[in-house]
């Protein structure tokens, strides 16, 4: 069984940065950033291998950055240039599968993180 617990979330305005980070229990496995807002499915954010290969939304590229480091069992989601629309609960993920981009690809999840982005 893989834990994952994730920290980092708060309440930001608009243009801030933000870094959130999921602690793993171990395991090479690819891990991944889901986000849910209210009213609205789960939708993928990031992806990253184990060997340290980065997968994007469009809505976050470019503004967003996913890292890994596998010696402290951690990933991390740097989210800079936030935006009101990234307001939601952010879910961390491993995965054991060769896909990334859909919530079954996933083994196990995280409790999520609140952020919020203010006006």
């Known amino acids: 069984q893989v834990q994952l617990v994730e920290t980092g979330g708060g309440l930001v305005q608009a243009g801030a940065s933000m870094r959130l980070s999921c602690a793993a229990s171990?395991?090479?496995?690819?891990m991944g950033w889901f986000r849910q807002a209210p009213g609205k499915e789960r939708e993928f954010v990031a992806a990253i291998t184990w060997s340290g290969n980065g997968f994007y939304a469009d809505s976050v590229k470019g503004r967003f950055t996913i890292s890994r480091d596998n010696g402290k069992n951690t990933v991390y989601l740097q989210m800079n240039s936030l935006k009101p629309e990234d307001t939601a609960v952010y879910y961390c993920a491993a995965s054991w599968s060769i896909n990334y981009r859909t919530v079954d690809d996933y083994d196990y999840w995280g409790q999520g993180t609140q952020v919020t982005v203010s006006n």
């Open positions: 171990g395991g090479k496995y690819g």
